[in-house]
């Protein structure tokens, strides 16, 4: 069943050209390894019956002699490009059991196999382990659940060591034996998983908290995230983990904080440095289903592909709309007059206004894009639920979006930031050069010192102006993706999450960036909406996005899986007056942060080495009932010091439990006044 709804949601591939979505026929893709080729998690799966045989992502980079050491390096070579240059780690069976488990999965019994799979596969065994399982060599044995006595268990084999032959058998091993695991999920009955909650999850570029009428704020016109809001349950204390794209995505569809060494910068990648891990598609697909990703979800290109069931969607069209823009933009624009971003790509300018239409800039694309994937979901007649991922572009820079949503603002009431300065007592760490903005585009000037604003005051009204016209812009596609939600019957069994992947500081703390640990750029929007959610509600406690996770778990109704750091708010959502976690804690490079309902306090350690790691550098504190714009650092108030202590021994605790290699030196903390106080392992 889930096979052939796989097939028709991918009999339509989206072309994007002069500014009108087009349907084109496109084959369903290739499942072998070697579409896979590259990557470290690649992840198999097969359905048969009402049962799925899989196995979990416990793949590294291969060596030449990890496959076949007894067949030589033409049979290992041979071997090691059908999977894709990635290595199946063998384990004992106890090892092998919490793989399975880890993904929401247990090892399959005989039976199981011997009902689903030999007679299913048996026939034409190598093209389905090959192709849909990917599984490295057939002729090796694999672990089952069935124990034979207290030190040895069932293992299942396909084919015959020396012969070649199909054997499709069990043979008894040592439980410490180092075989494969074979994992198997129940799926619900087919034709019965219409009950089922879908997920629609929209992911917003760089859009922050503040300004939003729904925390506060009316400064933006976003009409359609006001009535999701009205219809569901806002967050008003959401933090994200990492406020920078890429890790902070990265941290969210892993269910994982970051950390010095994992989840640092932009560039940050799931298969890289969480290959074992299963991310939130990968095992909602594992557990019936139907996975989809349209625009920028998760950061980096072909990470972490295999966890859709269908290749992620992206746009293809040029950033700005501006024929001129676009020529400034060019590599050769670069090379002739020698006016570069760090990437050797022309400079264009940080905003423009054009009167175009929706679809001459990304987020228009994407929004048609996902229109039509809810409209032959709903055509296809498909009974399997679906979580659908829609990454929305803007507001990140530039600033660019149809003359029309610049022109619901009138310039002159613009709201600009109120706290372009330095706070008094800031550390040092907690300044960011602002070099997205600097860098990469014409018009804005470097920065001669730390905590300089030295954009005009004319240019950062402009800036904010193209900030609130992106937000706008966005706003209006995804009333585009909820009215088709509506249209086609879908928000009555649909979970609708709004998230962002971190704030942005449009002048705030003379910052241009979301390169930091102010609020401004660690709190975001949260809104939930769907059945069984309350309505026109708020949740006054602190969540973080690593919570994202484990909550759409649990409301599809299935297990967690083990390694989740994130803690469950699928009971705020029934009963938005429960107390959520005391604390969240974001972190950026050099800083980690404590956030609880009252403060933010951040301590920044050196970067010297693995001891230096744990050298705190500066610190500083914000009282958000007396300094909600973040003005004063108050770590050194003779009446914070107890404050102070006891929102540090909370941050070394959460360092130590989900950073490991830190607990190797003792932490040195600054006490209040600066004075250097040791805390031992």
């Known amino acids: 069943m889930k096979q052939n709804l796989i097939a028709i949601i991918k009999i339509f591939f989206l072309t994007l050209f002069v500014g009108q979505i087009c349907a084109a026929t496109m084959l369903p893709e290739d499942l072998s390894a070697e579409a896979v080729k590259g990557k470290y998690s690649v992840q198999g799966s097969y359905l048969s019956g009402n049962l799925t045989f899989l196995r979990p992502p416990t793949g590294r980079e291969a060596r030449v002699t990890d496959w076949c050491p007894d067949c030589g390096k033409t049979g290992a070579g041979r071997d090691l490009a059908r999977v894709g240059q990635v290595y199946f780690r063998r384990m004992p069976h106890a090892k092998a059991g919490e793989w399975c488990e880890s993904i929401g999965s247990r090892l399959a019994t005989i039976d199981e196999i011997s009902e689903h799979l030999i007679p299913t596969v048996g026939s034409n065994g190598n093209g389905v382990w090959e192709s849909e399982l990917n599984w490295p060599q057939q002729n090796q044995l694999y672990w089952t659940a069935d124990a034979v006595n207290e030190d040895s268990h069932k293992a299942f084999i396909t084919k015959d060591y020396t012969s070649g032959e199909d054997v499709y058998s069990f043979r008894t091993r040592n439980s410490s034996s180092p075989l494969w695991p074979l994992c198997v999920i129940d799926a619900a009955t087919p034709g019965t998983t219409s009950g089922r909650l879908n997920f629609l999850h929209i992911i917003v570029d760089d859009l922050r908290a503040e300004g939003l009428a729904m925390y506060g704020d009316s400064a933006m016109i976003t009409p359609n995230l006001d009535k999701l809001s009205d219809q569901g349950t806002v967050f008003e204390r959401a933090y994200v983990n990492i406020p920078t794209c890429g890790a902070s995505r990265a941290s969210m569809f892993s269910g994982l904080y970051g950390k010095r060494d994992r989840f640092v910068e932009y560039t940050a990648r799931l298969d890289k440095e969480v290959p074992h891990t299963i991310t939130l598609p990968g095992y909602l697909k594992n557990n019936g289903y139907l996975t989809l990703s349209y625009g920028k979800v998760i950061h980096a290109k072909g990470d972490s592909d295999h966890a859709w069931s269908a290749t992620p969607w992206t746009p293809s069209t040029q950033l700005y709309a501006n024929p001129q823009n676009r020529i400034s933009k060019l590599r050769e624009t670069c090379k002739k007059t020698g006016i570069c971003d760090p990437a050797n790509n022309g400079r264009a300018p940080a905003y423009e206004i054009e009167d175009v239409t929706d679809t001459a800039y990304h987020d228009g694309q994407v929004a048609a894009?996902?229109?039509?994937?809810?409209?032959?979901?709903?055509?296809?007649?498909?009974?399997?639920?679906?979580?659908?991922?829609?990454?929305?572009?803007?507001?990140?820079?530039?600033?660019?979006?149809?003359?029309?949503?610049w022109d619901l603002y009138e310039r002159a009431e613009v709201k600009v930031s109120p706290m372009q300065r330095k706070p008094d007592n800031a550390p040092p760490g907690a300044w960011h050069n602002s070099g997205e903005i600097r860098n990469w585009y014409t018009g804005i000037p470097g920065v001669p010192e730390p905590w300089t604003q030295n954009i005009s005051e004319a240019e950062t009204r402009s800036l904010t102006h193209g900030y609130y016209a992106a937000v706008s812009y966005t706003d209006a596609q995804i009333g585009k993706v909820l009215e088709a939600l509506d249209k086609h019957g879908l928000s009555k069994n649909t979970i609708v999450i709004v998230s962002s992947d971190h704030g942005f500081s449009l002048g705030d703390h003379t910052l241009w960036n979301k390169h930091s640990l102010f609020k401004i750029a660690t709190k975001v929007p949260l809104i939930v909406s769907g059945p069984k959610v309350e309505q026109n509600a708020k949740v006054s406690g602190v969540a973080e996005y690593v919570d994202i996770y484990p909550t759409i778990v649990e409301l599809a109704d299935l297990k967690l899986p083990t390694h989740l750091h994130g803690k469950s708010f699928k009971a705020n959502?029934?009963?938005?007056?429960?107390?959520?976690?005391?604390?969240?804690?974001?972190?950026?490079?050099?800083?980690?942060?404590?956030?609880?309902?009252?403060?933010?306090?951040?301590?920044?350690?050196?970067?010297?080495?693995?001891?230096?790691?744990?050298?705190?550098?500066?610190?500083?504190?914000?009282?958000?009932?007396?300094?909600?714009?973040?003005?004063?650092?108050?770590?050194?108030?003779?009446?914070?010091?107890?404050?102070?202590?006891?929102?540090?021994?909370?941050?070394?605790?959460?360092?130590?439990?989900?950073?490991?290699?830190?607990?190797?030196?003792?932490?040195?903390?600054?006490?209040?006044?600066?004075?250097?106080?040791?805390?031992?392992?």
């Open 369 to 405: 894009a996902a229109v039509t994937a809810l409209e032959t979901i709903v055509g296809s007649g498909m009974e399997d639920p679906f979580y659908m991922a829609v990454g929305f572009y803007k507001p990140h820079l530039p600033f660019t979006a149809p003359k029309r949503y």
């Open 573 to 681: 959502l029934q009963d938005t007056s429960l107390p959520t976690k005391p604390a969240v804690y974001p972190r950026y490079t050099r800083g980690d942060n404590v956030t609880t309902e009252k403060y933010s306090y951040s301590a920044y350690f050196g970067n010297n080495g693995a001891k230096d790691r744990n050298r705190m550098t500066g610190h500083m504190l914000y009282d958000f009932e007396m300094d909600p714009l973040e003005e004063r650092n108050l770590v050194d108030d003779p009446s914070y010091h107890v404050t102070v202590e006891r929102l540090q021994k909370l941050l070394v605790a959460h360092i130590r439990e989900h950073d490991p290699a830190r607990n190797k030196h003792p932490f040195m903390l600054l006490k209040p006044e600066k004075r250097i106080r040791t805390l031992e392992r």
